[in-house]
């Protein structure tokens, strides 16, 4: 059995740009990974990084008219960018679902929670209204909602921020997807309620065999729940590998200022070496390194071409022209 | 809910008193005697003391007021100073007219409203958007007794389709007879409520195209129709809302197209009293014509939260 | 804090006006209504220098000539009077009657609605309980009601409608100027000890003139539709005074003979209103930054 | 808390109370802030931590001035403030604040220079003075006044304006400024470098902070003292060091486990505690943290809490710090 089973997500070259009034903005450039079954990646940057769009891009659910995608996603034997209407609609929801980073946003205010689950689970797996409200009562106990039966016919506003995106995370899961993709979705939350949330989300990716990529700009939530790290700036991915080494053993200049950055236990008092400046202009992106401006290694090379990843120890990959271990 | 009802219900009393109060002092800005309003000229010496009394003319103006609301109230809304018959019995017959028009022309209005915006909503920026905006703001901004006109030339003056003047003759005309009658003004009045109707649906459905929840749906893969209706169910309590003021604004603002049609309503109605000065029979329809607006508004915030749970009903 | 020396004043970037102004511009369904409007407002004041008639002088044998008739561009009314003419000197009225109650109101319920929405409270209430009362009559209704109580006349016309445009006006600045109120900026000027006139001249003002000001316009587009209106039942302009709307009823009559000429002096307030509205259309989107 | 107190702050409390959704029913009440008591020492800074609906921001506005409270004192210097006009106008001179929202708190329609002129201005500066404020201030929260006097806040990116709002807080010269939840809407690599610069400050200008965060490890870095708030009481309050080294409080525990661990390979395993916060209308009774706390008794349903000392100015608000409260556990936490 040499025969390498192929990844259950496999993205590569993906570019996504934006056409709007003041130019293209290029989002993401150039991104790949892939992700076996069962794995979690977690995708770290900060705002404008092109983390969410890059979420979106695998579900295409960025807006037609104005996303330009480019590249290819093969998502459980499925070619993504090549799916017609009808089979983009089963793979959404049914091979991959998302969870949003606000849930009193993402839940349609005037559809109780069991109908909402229901209709989903109606229209992915065709099963009768009866069996799809048990299955929403089912998944609400799995996501430990008190009183789920109650909670069934309440609507959204009715529900607590904790209970709003356990809520959300039901939904998601109604359909047994293979991949799941959680974007920020602990962010708007209470620091006691998202360990709650992170420790579900790990438990049931666990329990049900999912692939998940969790995006995120905290580098202690990525460091609670993935097993390989990717982190991103300005649309490119920078760095990526196990999550141990990418902490640990951060190798781009970015990876170790996001990390310098990140205030913890052992910072009190020193001042914090932080990254100055701040990210690109992604309607202006120059040729090179996306992260020159700001780095104190850049040299001139940098600025005249984008260094391509390059791996370091097995698995672990960085794009540094000059970063020494 | 019941207390929900409850309350909206004795909200709305204190706006029927001061609706009433407004229609009271409104009469005393009328220069001149108000005796000599409500009085023929050649009235004797007797009329005028027993009219005095009866109506409590004597007394200061909040006793005054307080005579008239009781009147009002046990349903003497005086007489008519043009035909001498009781106000509120001129009134009932008018508003009957005025009522089917309305109705008519709030149907239309709201079949075209609501379809036009739609389209425009879900095609925001196209072509067929700009075309449907521009019949939608056209119908806000046209005088709707110039369209009446405009309307009676076409398709009365030239085509001969519908007739031009008044309701259906006779004691009992047919249902398709009287529709005929009732087309042209029905259109003209729904100009407007097509129009904001239109302009508030599409408004309200290219919103909620851009919620994060519909983007939930289609991540969930939601069709097209799944998703007409998640947002069908989020407009509809605005869109009730709207579309219950435009129905009292089409009641009151019928006054100027039944004058163009003659439509024997209660627009036509005032435009007389006005005209003859007939101050009890203006006074009464102004009163109904509001309380009847009160009503509407006490109907759509009852029925709005039925329809919207994010409305909170205790 | 003594100053050797007056600091350089930094590059300037657009303002927000500047740059509303700069979108609008580029619009060019709006600069159309706004070249119309002037056009019309132009002509309304120019009225005796190129209306080629006098508007209250007739001719019997000149009666209803359809438009194109030489020497009477756009026909003449059942009185033989000339009707560019008319249309001309009637814009005066029409659009002083439509304006006029616009720009009271607006200054009147404006400022209510500014004190109502910054103070909160009691006056709140009191200022917005008395604007619901007026809301509960229709605005045709009561402008046709406080016109037609006080009797025909221009100045009632005015009058009536300056009354029936107040509580709109009342509520759009209320709201607006709660909104802003609620923003922490409001709360930082108060922080550094700004006295409440201050707020509301610097902070408040600044923003809320934006939505009223779409809000006004359009309200000049229902203003000029509803005093033309007074006129044509009979509560406005008195004949033989040129106004659209009463102009609109004396031809009623003409729709059978020369249904062209009758429709002309509704083709203007037609056009007014819609310059109206598209200007206030054009205004929002104008406005509308991010 | 070994330095003078420059703010003092006794028996705060602040209630709410809502419309009443009915006739008949009873107007419910948010208990936003009780009972709150605090020093803030000349130079040091004091961090005020806690979730959603704890009334921190509720306390930061009472101890700006900018409502009044129901209950308690505000002390200046050891003066008490005075709550005319006149005298909130000239307290607030000393006391400034930055909010969370970089841009809600800036008005749209004027310049970042106008922004900052304005507090002087209102302190009777004239117009070029205030100008120069202004330019020096911008200048020092790293915002060059020739690039950046003239824009609007729209073309500035999130953390460049809260240097505007740190600038603004610092125009009229004051001797403390609060930070509600100033920089957690920023990026992490933008906020180390804000948080740079308000240590940077605060030493360069003799400033004294308050800092309010949901961040525990955020405050703990730039903290002297901490107050931990639960349900608008204070749980615990004590010397950064000691409250971190020795937690006491089954709840600062708790929000303390609840920080990710930032090591792969050391991560939480259970959660430190289960559910959210209950919302603050009508709160608990006894003591607020009873509903979620694992150690809660008998007593703890019904009797509030007396603060106690544990260790060298730490206080506490707990049963089982009180050996006569009747808890099981009394006096061996």
């Known amino acids: 059995m040499s025969e390498r089973v192929a990844p259950l997500l496999d993205v590569r070259d993906l570019n996504v740009a934006f056409s709007g009034e003041r130019g293209t903005v290029h989002a993401v450039n150039g991104v790949s990974f892939q992700l076996e079954a069962g794995r979690v990646l977690g995708l770290l940057g900060e705002s404008g990084s092109g983390k969410s769009v890059t979420m979106r891009a695998l579900l295409r659910i960025l807006p037609e008219n104005r996303a330009r995608i480019s590249g290819s996603i093969h998502c459980n034997g499925r070619d993504v960018l090549a799916l017609n209407r009808r089979d983009l609609n089963s793979f959404r929801g049914g091979d991959v679902a998302m969870i949003f980073q606000d849930p009193g946003v993402a839940l349609d205010p005037v559809f109780t929670i069991g109908n909402q689950i229901a209709d989903t689970v109606i229209r992915h797996k065709g099963v009768s209204r009866q069996v799809a409200r048990a299955r929403a009562l089912e998944m609400l106990d799995l996501v430990r909602i008190p009183s789920a039966r109650r909670r069934l016919d309440n609507y959204p506003h009715e529900l607590s921020g904790d209970m709003r995106q356990r809520a959300m995370i039901a939904l998601a899961l109604s359909c047994s997807p293979r991949l799941l993709l959680a974007d920020e979705p602990t962010t708007a939350l209470d620091a006691t309620v998202q360990i709650q949330v992170i420790l579900l989300l790990r438990e049931l990716q666990k329990d049900l065999g999912m692939a998940a990529i969790f995006v995120t700009h905290d580098v202690g939530v990525a460091a609670e729940i993935s097993d390989d790290i990717a982190v991103m700036y300005a649309g490119r991915i920078v760095e990526l590998g196990p999550a141990r080494d990418v902490i640990k053993r951060p190798r781009h200049p970015y990876t170790r200022g996001l990390l310098a950055s990140t205030i913890h236990a052992e910072s009190h008092g020193a001042r914090i070496a932080g990254i100055p400046g701040s990210p690109p202009d992604l309607a202006r992106l120059q040729e090179g390194c996306a992260f020159a401006p700001r780095c104190t290694l850049a040299g001139p090379e940098c600025r005249l071409k984008g260094p391509e990843l390059a791996q370091d120890s097995p698995g672990h990959h960085f794009a540094c022209f000059r970063s020494m271990p | ?314 | 804090m003594t100053l050797a020396f007056d600091p350089p004043v930094a590059r300037a970037s657009l303002g927000y006006w500047a740059g509303v102004s700069r979108r609008l511009r580029r619009d060019t369904v709006s600069m159309v209504c706004l070249v119309v409007l002037l056009l019309i407002i132009a002509a309304a004041i120019c009225a005796p220098l190129i209306a080629p008639y006098d508007p209250s002088v007739g001719s019997v044998v000149r009666r209803l000539r359809p438009v194109g008739t030489p020497g009477h561009l756009l026909g003449t009314d059942d009185l033989g009077r000339d009707m560019l003419t008319r249309l001309l000197y009637g814009a005066r009225l029409s659009l002083i009657m439509g304006i006029v109650p616009v720009c009271i109101a607006l200054v009147i319920g404006g400022s209510l609605g500014m004190l109502a929405g910054f103070v909160g409270g009691r006056v709140n209430t009191v200022v917005m309980r008395t604007a619901d009362v007026f809301f509960a009559f229709p605005s045709v209704l009561l402008a046709i009601a406080i016109a037609g109580i006080l009797g025909a006349g221009v100045v009632n016309s005015i009058v009536a409608l300056t009354i029936v445009l107040i509580p709109p006006l009342v509520r759009v600045s209320e709201s607006a100027t709660a909104q802003v109120s609620a923003l922490d900026f409001v709360e930082a000027a108060r922080a550094s000890g700004a006295r409440d006139t201050t707020i509301l001249r610097v902070h408040v003002l600044s923003n809320i003139l934006g939505p009223v000001l779409v809000y006004t316009t359009s309200l000049f587009s229902v203003a000029v539709i509803l005093a033309s209106g007074l006129s044509f039942i009979g509560l406005g302009a008195k004949p033989p005074t040129p106004e659209w709307g009463l102009m609109l009823n004396n031809l009623r009559n003409a729709i059978y003979s020369q249904p062209l000429v009758a429709a002309l002096p509704g083709v203007l307030i037609f056009v007014v209103s819609l310059s109206f509205n598209l200007l206030a259309d054009g205004l929002r989107s104008a406005m509308d930054v991010r | 808390m070994s330095a003078r107190p420059i703010l003092s702050v006794e028996g705060l409390s602040k209630q709410f109370v809502l419309r009443s959704e009915g006739f008949g029913v009873p107007p419910r009440t948010v208990q936003a802030v009780s009972n709150v008591s605090l020093d803030l020492g000349e130079g040091h800074t004091l961090g005020i931590v806690g979730e959603s609906g704890c009334g921190k921001s509720t306390t930061a506005r009472l101890l700006m001035g900018l409502i009044r409270p129901d209950a308690g004192s505000i002390r200046l210097d050891g003066r008490e403030i005075d709550r005319s006009a006149r005298g909130l106008t000239e307290f607030r001179r000393y006391v400034q604040m930055v909010f969370q929202d970089s841009s809600a708190s800036l008005n749209p329609r004027l310049t970042i220079e106008a922004s900052v002129m304005f507090g002087p201005m209102v302190h009777g500066v004239a117009r070029p003075a205030a100008r120069a404020i202004a330019h020096r201030l911008l200048d020092r929260v790293g915002l060059e006044p020739m690039r950046f006097a003239g824009r609007y806040p729209h073309e500035l990116s999130g953390g460049q304006r809260q240097r505007v709002n740190i600038a603004r807080a610092l125009a009229l010269e004051p001797r403390i400024v609060i930070f509600d939840e100033a920089v957690s809407a920023l990026d992490k690599s933008i906020e180390a470098q804000v948080l740079n610069l308000l240590l940077d400050l605060k030493a360069d200008l003799k400033l004294s902070y308050i800092f309010i965060s949901h961040d525990l490890n955020v405050v703990r870095y730039i903290s002297d003292d901490v107050l931990v708030m639960y349900l608008g009481e204070v749980v615990e309050y004590g010397p950064a060091a000691s409250i971190y080294a020795r937690p006491t409080h089954p709840y600062t525990r708790a929000l303390l486990a609840s920080m990710p661990s930032l090591d792969p390979d050391r991560r939480t395993t259970a959660p430190p505690i289960t559910g959210d916060p209950p919302s603050p209308i009508e709160p608990p009774p006894g003591c607020r943290f009873h509903t979620r706390c694992a150690l809660a008794d008998e007593v703890c349903r019904s009797a509030k809490p007396a603060s106690s000392s544990c260790g060298a100015q730490h206080f506490v608000s707990c049963h089982m710090l009180d050996p006569r409260s009747g808890h099981r556990q009394a006096g061996q936490p």
């Open chain 2, 1 to 314: 809910m019941v207390r929900y009802i409850l309350k909206r219900l004795i909200l709305s009393v204190p706006i029927a008193l001061a609706v009433s109060v407004l229609c009271f002092v409104l009469v005393q800005l009328a220069p001149g005697d108000p005796l000599s309003l409500v009085l023929p000229a050649d009235a004797t010496q007797a009329m005028i003391d027993q009219t005095k009394q009866r109506y409590g003319l004597d007394k200061p103006l909040p006793l005054q007021y307080l005579y008239w609301l009781g009147n009002i109230l046990t349903g003497d809304f005086g007489t008519s100073i043009s035909t001498g018959r009781p106000v509120l019995s001129e009134i009932g017959i008018a508003i009957s007219y005025s009522l089917a028009l309305a109705g008519l022309a709030s149907l239309f209005g709201l079949v075209l409203g609501i379809t036009f915006g739609f389209v425009a909503g879900y095609r925001i920026g196209t072509p067929t958007d700009k075309i449907v905006s521009a019949i939608a703001i056209s119908g806000v901004s046209v005088p709707h007794y110039w369209l009446g006109m405009v309307l009676v030339i076409i398709f009365s003056v030239n085509l001969n389709a519908f007739p031009a003047m008044g309701a259906a003759p006779g004691a009992h005309p047919g249902w398709l007879e009287q529709l005929r009658y009732m087309m042209l003004p029905a259109l003209t009045l729904a100009a407007m409520p097509m129009g904001i109707v239109t302009r508030s649906v599409r408004a309200l459905v290219a919103e909620t195209l851009g919620m994060d929840y519909v983007t939930a749906l289609v991540a969930r893969g939601a069709t097209p129709f799944d998703i007409f209706l998640h947002i069908a169910k989020n407009a509809a309590p605005t869109a009730l809302a709207v579309i219950g003021v435009q129905m009292g604004y089409l009641m009151a603002g019928s006054i100027l197209v039944e004058t163009v049609f003659s439509w024997p309503g209660t627009g036509l109605m005032l435009n007389g009293a006005i005209l003859q000065r007939d101050i009890p029979l203006l006074q009464g329809t102004i009163l109904v014509l509001a309380l009847f607006f009160v009503v509407l508004n006490l109907i759509v915030d009852i029925v709005q939260p039925l329809l919207d749970p994010r409305i909170k009903r205790t």
